[in-house]
């Protein structure tokens, strides 16, 4: 399977603060970047889908690609307690098949 | 719009014994998909059905672990003999466009 590399985490933040998550992957010619979030216990939830390079903004969540360095990441800014669950970024290399990283796990500090 | 449906939502079996999980698909989504998800691990695709043809189960451990999804729908995924390396979540996912929908997983113990 492609790799999709994650920051290890865990990563603690106050609230209102930005958490910044960060995902390198192996396949140069993937097409697709995802964001799930994971809370304890549940499925995985999509939260952005980003497939063009530069930045995409969703409410308080901000995907940023970068084909060239096989680099996505995840911004979110005013982190609130409700955000504090585990992030997965997941790669499309073309097949609709997805790779997923382990996961960046993320608490929200109120 | 009904999200993926799966049951159960949890299992406990002895290794050696046999399984079987259910999946129904977000409606009109004609792609789905298996996933195995170990703790602490993101989700790894087991197989990946388009309509009732099977795409690609390259991932699929094929001496313990079947799929079918017969009349295009619904699918089922069966483990026979299951070994204790099998605990894991199992989600279903559909797909819509180039994203995928997951449905609530079954936890499965074997002990």
């Known amino acids: 399977q492609k790799e999709v590399e994650q920051n290890s985490g865990p990563l603690s933040v106050p609230e209102g603060a930005i958490a910044s998550l960060n995902c390198t992957y192996s396949?140069?010619?993937?097409?697709?970047f995802f964001w799930y979030r994971q809370y304890s216990g549940k499925s995985p939830e999509l939260i952005m889908s980003?497939?063009?390079?530069g930045d995409k903004e969703d409410g308080r969540f901000t995907a940023q690609l970068n084909k060239a360095s096989q680099y996505v990441s995840l911004l979110i800014r005013d982190s609130q307690p409700s955000d504090s669950a585990t992030y997965l970024c997941?790669?499309?290399?073309?097949?609709?098949?997805?790779?997923f990283g382990a996961g960046t796990t993320v608490t929200v500090r109120a | 719009e009904a999200g993926v449906a799966q049951s159960p939502r949890y299992k406990i079996i002895e290794k050696r014994q046999s399984v079987a999980f259910w999946c129904n698909p977000i409606s009109g989504h004609a792609t789905l998909y298996w996933y195995q998800q170990i703790l602490g691990q993101g989700p790894k695709l087991l197989i990946q059905?388009?309509?009732?043809?099977?795409?690609?189960d390259s991932q699929l451990p094929k001496d313990r672990f079947s799929a079918e999804r017969l009349k295009g729908v619904d699918s089922t995924l069966k483990i026979q003999p299951a070994k204790l390396e099998d605990s894991a979540v199992y989600l279903c996912?559909?797909?819509?466009?180039?994203?995928?929908?997951f449905g609530p997983g079954t936890r499965l113990t074997v002990t």
């Open positions: 059905f388009q309509n009732n043809g099977v795409v690609d």
């Open positions: 980003i497939y063009s390079n």
């Open positions: 396949d140069r010619g993937s097409q697709s």
């Open positions: 996912a559909s797909r819509q466009g180039p994203e995928q929908y």
């Open positions: 997941a790669v499309d290399g073309g097949d609709y098949k997805l790779s």
